[in-house]
């Protein structure tokens, strides 16, 4: 899969003990419009997704986080490699956070199923939505987050930049 980004401030220290949590985004386009799951506490979107269990391929778990985020069931002979991000930056609670971000496009079915979240994700309201790309980056970019990870909600914003960059959205003109 190809690289798409690096994300590195180089906050950390090297020396320090790492985190290391791979997870798997859906890119599910209709009508110009993007699924993301907002969370309406702090104002900001991502693609559907999550981190790879230890017995999970990174299909099986796209499958599964992006029923239990978005309530969406994706197709899974629909299922195409976009590209990954590799995020590392100074951790929360680790000294070292080291996160491979596998992005697929794909096609879901039109039925939206109820969703299955976890505390976190509920406490923050996450509600799918489709958007149109460029209002969920304004959004990612130009809002206040509270205490949300930046380097998460920026490399979002990033993916969508380039998905409208390489023609995934006919109706944006990029220059």
Do not use: W
């Not at 798409?4 to 386009?29: E, H």
């Not at 969406?72 to 991000?85: A, H, M």
């Not at 590392?88 to 992005?103: P, R, S, T, V």
């Amino acid at each position: 899969m190809r690289l798409l980004f690096n994300i590195d401030p180089k906050d950390y220290d090297p020396n320090d003990k790492a985190f290391i949590r791979p997870s798997v985004r859906s890119i599910i386009i209709r009508d110009n419009k993007v699924a993301m799951i907002h969370s309406l506490k702090y104002d900001y979107y991502k693609f559907p997704g999550g981190g790879i269990e230890a017995d999970e391929t990174q299909i099986d778990t796209l499958i599964r986080e992006t029923a239990e985020e978005s309530g969406l069931r994706v197709i899974p002979s629909s299922i195409k490699e976009y590209g990954y991000v590799h995020r590392i930056h100074k951790g929360e609670l680790e000294g070292i956070f080291i996160q491979d971000n596998y992005y697929y496009l794909c096609q879901a079915e039109d039925q939206i199923l109820s969703q299955k979240l976890d505390d976190y994700e509920a406490d923050e309201s996450f509600t799918l939505e489709f958007i149109a790309p460029e209002q969920a980056i304004a959004a990612n970019r130009n809002k206040e987050h509270g205490p949300k990870n930046f380097y998460m909600i920026e490399r979002e914003a990033k993916v969508l930049e380039l998905l409208i960059k390489e023609g995934y959205f006919d109706h944006i003109q990029t220059e």
